[in-house]
């Protein structure tokens, strides 16, 4: 049997875990790679930060903005999680989408 070939399928177990909400579910994710030893990645640090996106066209596009415009002054981004939604009404429409959401990022080593 192929080592190599089980990592990568443990991998891809523990990646495509998710949560209710579509987000990592980070103890199976965790739980998916111990059981294959050669599949432990290295140890990370996540750093959080809490973002707020917004958009006059969907939810969905107020996330996107929010992580794209993060991503061209952060490195190393990993996941993000949807912490509240909210929005402006003008006359009896929405005019506006509002999202929070935590991004979290690994931290690079230190030498």
């Known amino acids: 049997m192929n080592p190599t070939k089980g990592s990568e399928s443990a991998v891809a177990q523990a990646m495509a875990a998710t949560g209710r909400d579509g987000a990592v579910d980070f103890v199976t994710h965790r739980e998916a790679l111990n059981q294959d030893p050669e599949a432990q990645p290295e140890h990370h640090i996540y750093r959080v930060i809490e973002l707020v996106g917004t958009s006059k066209d969907s939810i969905e596009d107020a996330v996107n903005t929010a992580v794209v415009r993060a991503n061209k002054t952060l490195r190393n981004l990993r996941w993000f999680e949807v912490t509240k939604t909210s929005g402006h009404i003008e ?3 929405i005019r506006h989408f509002q999202v929070t959401l935590k991004v979290g990022f ?6």
């Not at 690994?106 to 030498?111: A, K, L, Q």
């Open 106 to 111: 690994t931290m690079e080593e230190v030498d």
């Open 91 to 93: 006359n009896g429409e």
